[in-house]
């Protein structure tokens, strides 16, 4: 019992506010963190702009050959000469070309923003998540245990290492703009970087049975020594319930 306690004294030492030039350390580190959020909402704005560009361009075309080519009178015919071999091969590729080299710039930005999201930064708190119809279950270093409730520090990179205990969910947190689901037999991990104090949606995001709809929670980011404190309380809650359970194990067999 007493090395389960140091044990877990030890690992909470990551998280709780450093002093001197540790906490300088841990803010250059953090200092380095890309938000893959602030990425995403980027490269979504940079979508619907290139989207609408395309879409007036192509209605301005679709206007400018209506009224062009119009007919005057009901009796009148067309009387459109035919293309060439290569006028016809050059309507068909060069537009091709251009539109193509745009699609192809905005899905080179954005594997280099998910190779980004994928690596997670250094120093980040290390929550394990078991999904389960129909709960999210966290586990922290410590051996604290929450459910459906994920607390972390604000300024700190949280990295998910997930898990099933029996079919595919998918745990999403709209906030931070990330997805990434868990399955049975194989651990995958998501991480995401919450910067101010405040609560967040977690929602599932693939259909995993008859309550699928129920199956929410919630992020809750607070401030570093809020956080510390309440680590350290619910560390201290599950060394008394471990020191009563060892004690009344050692009277039964007694």
């Known amino acids: 019992?007493?090395?389960?306690?140091?044990?877990?004294?030890?690992?909470?030492?990551p998280f709780v506010a450093l002093p001197g030039g540790a906490s300088?350390?841990?803010?250059?580190?953090?200092?380095?963190?890309?938000?893959?959020?602030?990425?995403?909402?980027?490269?979504?704005?940079?979508?619907?702009?290139?989207?609408?560009?395309?879409?007036?361009?192509?209605?301005?075309?679709a206007l400018y050959f209506l009224f062009r080519y119009r007919r005057r009178s009901p009796g009148e015919e067309g009387t459109q000469k035919p293309l060439s071999n290569l006028n016809i091969i050059g309507w068909a590729l060069i537009p091709a070309f251009v539109f193509m080299a745009d699609d192809f710039y905005m899905a080179a930005k954005g594997w280099q923003l998910y190779d980004t999201y994928r690596r997670v930064p250094e120093n980040s708190l290390e929550v394990k998540l078991e999904s389960a119809m129909w709960t999210w279950d966290y586990t922290y270093p410590n051996g604290v245990k929450t459910y459906n409730e994920l607390r972390v520090p604000a300024g700190q990179p949280v990295v998910l290492r997930m898990t099933s205990r029996d079919t595919i969910h998918s745990h999403f947190?709209?906030?931070?703009?990330?997805?990434?689901?868990?399955?049975?037999?194989?651990?995958?991990?998501?991480?995401?970087?919450?910067?101010?104090?405040?609560?967040?949606?977690?929602?599932?995001?693939?259909?995993?049975?008859?309550?699928?709809?129920r199956m929410y929670g919630k992020v809750i980011v607070m401030p570093r020594g809020e956080f510390d404190s309440w680590y350290q309380a619910e560390a201290a809650k599950l060394d008394v319930k471990l020191t009563k359970l060892?004690?009344?194990?050692?009277a039964g067999q007694k």
């Open 24 to 61: 300088a350390e841990f803010e250059s580190i953090v200092e380095k963190v890309e938000d893959p959020a602030a990425g995403f909402d980027h490269l979504w704005f940079e979508v619907m702009v290139d989207i609408t560009i395309i879409g007036v361009i192509f209605a301005l075309l």
């Open 246 to 250: 060892s004690d009344n194990r050692g």
């Open 173 to 213: 947190i709209p906030d931070f703009r990330i997805k990434e689901d868990s399955m049975p037999g194989r651990v995958t991990y998501m991480w995401f970087y919450p910067q101010k104090p405040g609560e967040h949606i977690v929602s599932c995001a693939e259909y995993c049975g008859q309550l699928h709809s």
């Open 1 to 13: 019992m007493r090395n389960n306690r140091l044990h877990r004294a030890f690992t909470a030492l």
